[in-house]
């Protein structure tokens, strides 16, 4: 059975940092692109950064520079790296395996979320 395991959600002040991770098992991680996606009330899960099996990444506009995506195949994890962070971060933040289609990516699975909020 498919496992998606978030962690590292918490409260942080604006400018302030957090990683998340987010710990797979059931499936051969290896084989897989996975991604973080953030949703906010009222609002539509977004894209905010991916990974391919080989190490390519890419992220929403609004997070470039800041976010980084990783992921250690040895430990069936994957890492979002946040820096800098703003208010507007503030959302649930999912993790994803899923696939890539050229440069775009999509989810096939989900886990349950972790949440960020981010204020003073």
């Known amino acids: 059975q498919v496992q998606l395991v978030e962690s590292g959600g918490g409260l942080v002040q604006p400018g302030g940092s957090l990683r998340l991770s987010c710990a797979a098992s059931?499936?051969?991680?290896?084989?897989?692109?996975m991604g973080w996606y953030r949703q906010t009330p009222g609002q539509q899960r977004e894209l905010v950064a991916g990974?391919?099996?080989?190490?390519?990444?890419n992220y929403a506009d609004s997070v470039k520079g800041r976010f980084t995506i990783s992921r250690d195949n040895a430990k069936k994890t994957v890492y979002l790296q946040m820096n800098s962070l703003k208010p507007e971060d503030t959302a649930v933040y999912y993790c994803?395996?899923?696939?890539?289609?050229?440069?775009?990516?999509?989810?096939?699975?989900w886990g349950r979320g972790t949440v960020v909020t981010v204020s003073s």
């Open positions: 059931g499936i051969i991680f290896s084989i897989y692109a």
């Open positions: 990974i391919t099996t080989g190490g390519y990444t």
């Open positions: 994803t395996r899923g696939s890539y289609s050229g440069t775009d990516y999509s989810p096939g699975y």
